[in-house]
């Protein structure tokens, strides 16, 4: 079965860093674009960065420079680097596939199952 | 940033009943939406793709339509595990894939 599946949250201080994996089931993730997305308490999904196979990172401007996305192609693994943590990035992380079958349609699947990340003194 | 904005924020409504969820991007984008239902507590569900096109194993009451800024998601006959909060997304830009803010569908 093609899953993802998330680890690595927790409660963290402002200003402290975080580093969160999602490890891929039944597809490489090197050969997919992959992507994270979050959802802070009683709010709706928030886009922050994708991983493209070609290697090309792109984030949402409410964590460039804070967050980057990576990957470990021998782990079938994607991380997320969280540094300079707020309160304000305080939500449950989504790691999902963006899938294509025909560029540029794309969409996201499979998601997995969600790592909360708490960012509190 | 490509902008979405759905309507209604929520509605009430019940089992039986038609729904209809709009979604309307700030510039064109062709027929790059997508639509998710989220249940509390769960992962986001793909339902359709491509504006149009009903992802594996979604029931066909779930139905989408649109092309350029505007948007909608039929549900034909509500049931009881339809209940749920549903979200539009573009793909057209793929440097910032943005979402709605989402549509919580309630019991009346």
């Known amino acids: 079965e093609v899953q993802l599946v998330e680890s690595g949250g927790g409660l963290i201080q402002p200003g402290g860093s975080l580093r969160l994996s999602c490890t891929a089931s039944e597809f490489i993730v090197s050969s997919n674009y992959m992507s994270w997305v979050r959802q802070a308490p009683g709010k709706g999904l928030e886009w922050v960065s994708v991983l493209y196979s070609n290697g090309n990172t792109y984030y949402a401007d409410s964590v460039k420079g804070r967050f980057t996305i990576s990957r470990d192609n021998s782990k079938n693994t994607v991380y997320l680097q969280m540094s300079s943590l707020r309160v304000e990035d305080t939500a449950v992380y989504y790691c999902?596939?963006?899938?294509?079958?025909?560029?540029?349609?794309?969409?996201?699947?499979?998601w997995g199952q969600g790592t909360l990340v708490t960012v509190s003194s | 940033d490509i902008q979405m904005t759905q309507s209604p924020s929520s509605l009430s409504a019940s089992v039986g009943d038609r729904v209809t969820i709009t979604c309307r991007a700030s510039q064109s984008i062709s027929n790059y939406l997508n639509w998710y239902q989220q249940k509390p507590g769960k992962a986001p569900k793909l339902l359709i793709y491509a504006s149009s096109s009903l992802q594996s194993g979604v029931p066909s009451r779930f139905s989408g339509s649109g092309s350029g800024t505007d948007f909608t998601l039929t549900i034909s006959s509500l049931q009881p595990e339809d209940f749920a909060t549903y979200y539009c997304?573009?793909?057209?830009?793929?440097?910032?894939?943005?979402f709605g803010q989402g549509t919580k569908v309630e019991i009346k």
């Open positions: 999902a596939r963006l899938y294509t079958n025909m560029w540029p349609y794309n969409w996201f699947d499979p």
């Open positions: 997304q573009q793909g057209y830009s793929s440097q910032s894939l943005t």
